[in-house]
């Protein structure tokens, strides 16, 4: 197992407000770095907003300030959001940034040295998309009302002449399918990689680059009438921020391949196409894993702006709090695949999983302690139940480890609520509350019980830190006992320790009442 740990949500477009999928992949990513550190690696986790091209040159336009301003607004409302969610980012990366200007000539430079020169300059002429960003072949569009013509995500296109440099993504076909083959686990999950085999297949074009008709972005190098095309310039933050173009450089040798971008299902072909042959192109090393995941729903529909139900991200923190935002999105939504938020199933995932499974158990038992023991942790002698259920809770955790290092996030918490039943079947079983006149094996089924709160809350610190952080406080589990290791050894919480008062971690929520 390597010591170091690299991970990347995309970088997200400032063009308007955070929505709930922001939140959601922050939330995922977040996750995923926790987990690393967990085991002891050294971890880096980047996030960030991709501030060029032409939308936010328009929606400037239309809000009466430079993109500049909305560049600057915009992410510290990005940064905002990644606060209240409690994200343990090590950087937030701006693509405005003079260290990202530096980073992208660079790559442009190497990849117009390369052997095949795979930069050279023609005229683009071909359909746009605003909106998505892209360019698509006139096969993939449909018509549209008034004579429109629209991409697969339904935007409008139109068409396009400017002169522009072009790279020479044709040349790449075969060296792209060859690692897709070689490294299967290189696309995630497993559909998508078969999408991108298929388009790849199909036949590579060569990309157009550069623009001419605006000029907010990096000036391409010795040709100042020409700012890079956006995804050259966006994709390029996966190495600014370990210390890009200085590429022999402390931070980048450690920290580079990265071994995952976590990104959105729409911009898999950048990020599995695009972007391996850029690197290629530039010399660089390729990324291990780029795992996609899916789009959110409100209460089973689309989201939209006419149909008013958009999910606001502050919103729900402000109702719920972090931790069972966290939850939700985690648990609820397979991560990978499509998801819907729902306020009735996020009430019920709460109040059943933290509430009841999660901190009922720990505020029983610890209080139990309190009243029984005068909050000193008892004397345990184990019988063979005690240690079964301690070996069961274990092995689920050692299963989330499993499911964590295949980014399988939706697997590894419910591994965690096998854990946390099989500790409320145990404790219920046990029923130490009916054995006042046999204190010492009360003692024991209490000490067992809060040692798997233990076990289960270091797991947690991963997806509800804060919670899991606050239930490691009242066990007084020092903050150097709390990696994965500790979860999985031997060794409990010693008796004669002193244990705080125990407060409720978890709240339960009620559904809003409607007037008949």
């Given at each position: 197992?390597?010591?170091?740990?690299?991970?990347?949500?995309?970088?997200?477009?400032?063009?308007?407000?955070?929505?709930?999928?922001?939140?959601?992949?922050?939330?995922?990513?977040?996750?995923?770095?926790r987990w690393a550190r967990l085991e002891g690696k050294e971890t880096f986790f980047l996030t960030g907003t991709d501030e060029h091209g032409i939308k936010m040159v328009q929606t400037a336009a239309a809000q009466g300030m430079t993109p500049r301003e909305?560049?600057?607004?915009?992410?510290?409302?990005?940064?905002?959001?990644?606060?209240?969610?409690?994200?343990?980012?090590?950087?937030?990366?701006?693509?405005?940034?003079?260290?990202?200007?530096?980073?992208?000539?660079?790559?442009?430079?190497?990849?117009?040295?390369?052997?095949?020169?795979?930069?050279?300059?023609?005229?683009?002429s071909g359909w746009y998309s605003v909106r998505d960003e892209a360019y698509f072949d006139e096969s993939e569009l449909t018509d549209?009302?008034?004579?429109?013509?629209?991409?697969?995500?339904?935007?409008?296109?139109?068409?396009?002449?400017?002169?522009?440099?072009?790279?020479?993504?044709?040349?790449?076909?075969?060296?792209?399918?060859?690692?897709?083959?070689?490294?299967?686990?290189?696309i995630a999950p497993k559909e998508r990689r078969n999408e991108i085999i298929s388009f790849v297949?199909?036949?590579?074009?060569?990309?157009?680059?550069?623009?001419?008709?605006?000029?907010?972005?990096?000036p391409v190098p010795d040709a100042p009438d020409h700012v890079m095309y956006v995804w050259i310039d966006a994709l390029t933050n996966y190495i600014t921020a370990i210390g890009f173009p200085d590429d022999k450089g402390a931070q980048f040798s450690k920290f580079w391949p990265a071994d995952v971008h976590v990104i959105g299902k729409d911009i898999i072909r950048f990020h599995t196409v695009y972007w391996p042959a850029f690197l290629m192109s530039a010399g660089l090393e390729l990324p291990k894993r780029v795992f996609a995941h899916g789009f959110l729903t409100s209460e089973g529909k689309k989201m939209s702006k006419s149909v008013g139900n958009i999910v606001d991200p502050h919103e729900q923190l402000e109702l719920y709090g972090a931790d069972p935002v966290r939850?939700?999105?985690?648990?609820?939504?397979?991560?990978?695949?499509?998801?819907?938020?729902?306020?009735?199933?996020?009430?019920?995932?709460?109040?059943?999983?933290?509430?009841n499974n999660f901190g009922n158990l720990a505020q029983r038992s610890l209080s139990m302690i309190q009243k029984n023991f005068d909050g000193v942790m008892p004397e345990a002698a184990p019988t063979e139940a005690d240690q079964a259920v301690i070996a069961e809770v274990t092995a689920a955790i050692g299963r989330?480890?499993?499911?964590?290092?295949?980014?399988?996030?939706?697997?590894?918490?419910?591994?965690?609520?096998?854990?946390?039943?099989a500790a409320n079947?145990?404790?219920?079983?046990?029923?130490?509350?009916?054995?006042?006149?046999?204190?010492?094996?009360?003692?024991?089924?209490?000490?067992?019980?809060?040692?798997?709160?233990?076990?289960?809350?270091?797991?947690?610190?991963?997806?509800?830190?804060?919670?899991?952080t606050k239930m490691l406080d009242t066990l007084a589990v020092s903050e150097d006992a709390r990696l994965?290791?500790?979860a999985l050894a031997a060794d409990g919480i010693p008796a004669g320790t002193h244990l705080p008062k125990p407060e409720p971690v978890f709240k339960k929520f009620e559904l809003p009442k409607t007037n008949a």
């Open positions: 197992m390597t010591d170091t740990f690299y991970v990347t949500t995309a970088i997200a477009y400032p063009n308007g407000e955070p929505h709930i999928g922001h939140a959601y992949e922050m939330i995922t990513t977040d996750a995923i770095a909305l560049a600057d607004r915009n992410a510290a409302r990005f940064k905002d959001l990644a606060a209240a969610l409690n994200i343990s980012n090590d950087d937030f990366i701006r693509t405005t940034e003079q260290r990202h200007h530096a980073s992208t000539q660079e790559i442009w430079k190497r990849m117009s040295a390369s052997n095949n020169s795979d930069i050279y300059q023609s005229t683009y549209g009302p008034d004579g429109k013509k629209l991409a697969p995500s339904g935007a409008e296109v139109s068409w396009v002449e400017e002169p522009s440099y072009f790279f020479r993504l044709s040349a790449y076909q075969d060296r792209l399918l060859e690692l897709y083959e070689k490294h299967p686990e290189f297949k199909g036949g590579l074009q060569d990309l157009s680059i550069s623009r001419t008709t605006f000029d907010w972005g990096v939850w939700y999105c985690l648990r609820e939504i397979s991560f990978g695949g499509d998801g819907d938020w729902g306020r009735e199933k996020f009430i019920n995932r709460n109040n059943s999983d933290l509430a989330m480890q499993t499911a964590m290092q295949g980014q399988l996030v939706t697997e590894a918490t419910g591994e965690l609520i096998a854990a946390l039943s079947l145990y404790f219920a079983d046990q029923a130490p509350w009916g054995l006042k006149a046999d204190l010492p094996r009360m003692g024991t089924i209490l000490a067992t019980t809060a040692d798997l709160v233990r076990r289960a809350a270091i797991a947690a610190l991963a997806f509800v830190p804060e919670a899991a994965l290791t500790h």
